[in-house]
């Protein structure tokens, strides 16, 4: 997993309303 991988997921946990 690559750091951009890891900043993406924790990123879509913290917002799941933003991703959709």
């Known amino acids: 997993m690559t750091p951009?991988?890891?900043t993406s997921?924790?990123?879509k946990?913290?917002?799941p309303?933003?991703?959709k």
Request: aromatic residues 8%; without cysteine; hydrophobic residues 40%.
């Open 4 to 6: 951009d991988d890891q």
């Open 9 to 11: 997921k924790a990123f």
């Open 13 to 15: 946990e913290l917002n």
């Open 17 to 19: 309303e933003l991703i």
